[in-house]
Every structure is written in structure tokens, then in C-alpha cells.
């Protein structure tokens, strides 16, 4: 019996890890992805066109976003969805985020805030976390959230005093349609 136990718990471990590895690479499912027509419409600062706002959404963490030098807290970004959605999840992916040259440049104290207003109006937030240094971290939105625009605010980042870094923000949930 209990080698049973044992093996059911480790089978829903294996699923679990797969699940959460699969939802990471799976761009098709993400609500923040270029191909699914989101969209950067405004950002504070940007180091360069290689270390550029719409490279959070591209589905590359090889690439991302770093911010202007000593451009000053908070850092923020808006993004439009492709169509209006339910969001339920977001990532923030901080695994490629120069820690070895800069240590603290990854991004840390992170909010997010959503609207079905418009761009500029609407915004509530939803979500204010602290996220990995070097990894990447998965939060959920409870209850999910309806958004059609997102505001990312950057509070802080691991204690780098010049720059700040952030290589892909996913969202998941579902289309509820215009």
C-alpha cells in the first residue's frame, strides 16, 4: 500500500513539473505573446533596440528587456492583448537576466494592473509579488481577471544600481472575445 502512495505521489510530481514546463514553452497559450497580437504601447525606458520592451513578449528568454542607465523606479510598461481576456496566471522570467556582470539586475518587487477601459484609464491591480533572482516565477491571479490592457510596474530589482532586467512577462488565462 504504501509503495503505492509513494508512486502516485511521484507520478503527480512528474505531471506537475511537466505541466508547469510546458505552460513556460508554450507560447500558443500565452496571452502576452506577439504572434497572438499583443503589443507594447508605451514603456518608461529602454537600454536599447537590443535590450527592448517588446522583447518581454517574444517568447525568448535568450533576449529581454533592460532598462535605460539609472533610469529611476518604477519601471513601467503597457501592453494591449490581442483581443480581451481572462487572465488567471502570469510568469515572469528573469532566467537569462545578466547576474554574472550586474549582480541584482533582475527585476524583484513586480505589480500588475489591468483594464477593459483603455490604455491610459480603468487600470486595478491584481497582482504585487516579489519575484526570483535568476529564475523565473509563475503567480496566480485569484479571482482571474479580466484585462484587454496590462500595466507592468517594476517597484525594484535584486540591488543593481545602474540597470534593471527582465527577460519575457507571460499571461495566461483565456480569449473571452470583444
Do not use: C
Not at 54 to 82: C, K, N, Q, T
Amino acid at each position: 500500500m504504501q509503495k503505492g502512495a509513494i508512486a502516485a505521489l511521484l507520478l503527480a510530481l512528474l505531471v506537475t513539473v511537466y505541466v508547469f514546463w510546458e505552460r513556460v514553452d508554450d507560447s500558443p497559450d500565452d496571452l502576452l505573446h506577439l504572434d497572438n497580437g499583443a503589443r507594447v504601447l508605451s514603456f518608461s525606458s529602454e537600454y536599447s533596440d537590443s535590450w527592448a520592451a517588446a522583447l518581454l513578449l517574444d517568447g525568448d528568454a535568450d533576449y529581454g528587456w533592460a532598462s535605460a542607465d539609472e533610469a529611476p523606479f518604477p519601471h513601467e510598461f503597457v501592453f494591449e492583448l490581442g483581443t480581451p481576456s481572462e487572465i488567471n496566471a502570469v510568469l515572469f522570467d528573469n532566467t537569462n537576466a545578466e547576474e554574472s556582470g550586474y549582480p541584482g539586475i533582475s527585476a524583484r518587487q513586480v505589480e500588475l494592473l489591468v483594464s477593459t477601459q483603455g490604455a491610459t484609464r480603468g487600470f486595478t491591480s491584481v497582482l504585487k509579488e516579489e519575484i526570483g533572482q535568476g529564475t523565473h516565477t509563475l503567480l496566480d491571479i485569484s479571482p482571474p481577471a479580466q484585462a484587454r490592457w496590462i500595466k507592468l510596474l517594476i517597484h525594484s530589482n535584486w540591488g543593481d544600481a545602474v540597470y534593471t532586467e527582465l527577460m519575457e512577462v507571460k499571461a495566461y488565462g483565456q480569449a473571452i472575445g470583444e
